[in-house]
């Protein structure tokens, strides 16, 4: 079983960053890619921005230039880097892995708190 847990977030003014954290409890082999999606009351959750195995990014048209999304695999870690932040950035963000070959594995973090004020 591998956890996902999260860290970072909180509450900026518009304008400031936040890095968010998710660490595996343990190492995962066969990682298809790793994503960070948000939510926000009433809405479906968005995917914000996903790595693949390989090291390519993607990101929604609404952050592109804003965030960066990169991983540390010597410490199980993907991260998100939030500049320039606004106020409709306010969410509550999750991460996510895809693993495994044969069969495939989705694992999601707990979800964290961020808080754009203008």
């Known amino acids: 079983q591998v956890q996902l847990v999260q860290s970072g977030g909180g509450l900026v003014q518009a304008g400031g960053s936040l890095r968010l954290s998710c660490a595996a409890s343990r190492g995962i082999e066969n990682i298809n890619g790793m994503a960070w999606y948000r939510q926000t009351p009433g809405k479906q959750r968005e995917l914000v921005a996903m790595?693949?195995?390989?090291?390519?990014?993607t990101y929604v048209d609404s952050v592109k230039g804003r965030f960066t999304i990169s991983r540390d695999n010597a410490k199980n870690t993907v991260y998100l880097q939030m500049n320039s932040l606004k106020p409709e950035d306010t969410a509550v963000y999750y991460c996510k892995v895809d693993w495994g070959l044969r069969t495939r594995y989705i694992n999601w973090g707990q979800g964290t708190q961020v808080t754009v004020s203008s």
């Open positions: 790595i693949t195995s390989g090291g390519s990014t």
